[in-house]
C-alpha cells in the first residue's frame, strides 16, 4: 500500500454558518469512515503566496490550495475513488498524487525500476 496525498483546491465559503456546519459533518463522517486508510486528515490552510524566480505574488494562483490530507490505497485508483466521495467536491476540486517514499537520495519506484530482474 501507498500513501496518497489529497490536496484540496477551490472551494467557495458555505452560505451560512448551518451549510458550514452541515458540510463538516459530513467531513467528519467521511474521515470517520476511511478508519486506518485515513493517515493524516490533515488542515486548513490560509491565504498562501508563490515563491517562483520571478518574486512573489499574492493568493496562490488560479486554483489555491485550501488543504490537504493524506490516504493509505492500495493503487491510485483506489486513492481516485476515496476521493470521489470526499465532500470536499461540494466546493472544490481535489488533486490525487502518490507520496513517493525517498530512500538514498532516490525514490523508492526509481530503485525498483532500475534493479535487474532473473
Known sequence: MSNYIFAYHG??????????????????????GMGDAMVNPGTPLG???TVSSDGVSDGGGSNPLMGFSIVK?????????????CPHLEIGTIEVAEAMEMQSGTTKNQQSQSTPRG
Not at 458555505?14 to 459533518?25: H, Q, V
Open 11 to 32: 472551494g467557495k465559503k458555505p452560505e451560512s454558518p448551518e451549510a458550514g456546519a452541515k458540510l463538516m459533518a459530513k467531513w467528519q463522517a467521511w474521515v470517520g
Open 47 to 49: 491565504k498562501s503566496k
Open 73 to 85: 490505497a492500495d493503487s491510485m485508483d483506489a486513492a481516485i475513488a476515496i476521493a470521489s466521495g
